[in-house]
């Protein structure tokens, strides 16, 4: 399993990226929908997003592995506004 090396001074926030790629794989989000609102919330800042982004992947892959889905609920992409 890949791991990764957080800056003490990081690790807090980078917690919550573990919930965030749990329940990515629990409810089906794409990676690429996770990645483009990291990229929204930190100002287009890509350093800062793949960073948080390696963090969801290696806990999607954990939980992936490790997780049984129990249920059918996934999240779907909308386009209400067409």
Known sequence: MKQIEVRSEFRTRMENMTYVG?????FCIPHKEIYQA???????KE???????????VAY??????????DAYCFESM????
Do not use: H, I, P, Y
Not at 61 to 70: C, I, S, T, V
């Open 22 to 26: 749990v329940l990515a794989a629990l």
């Open 79 to 82: 386009n209400k506004t067409e």
């Open 38 to 44: 990291l990229l929204k919330n930190f100002g287009g």
């Open 47 to 57: 350093k800062v997003a793949r960073m948080n982004m390696d963090v969801v992947e």
């Open 61 to 70: 892959d954990w939980a992936m592995d490790n997780l049984e889905k129990r």
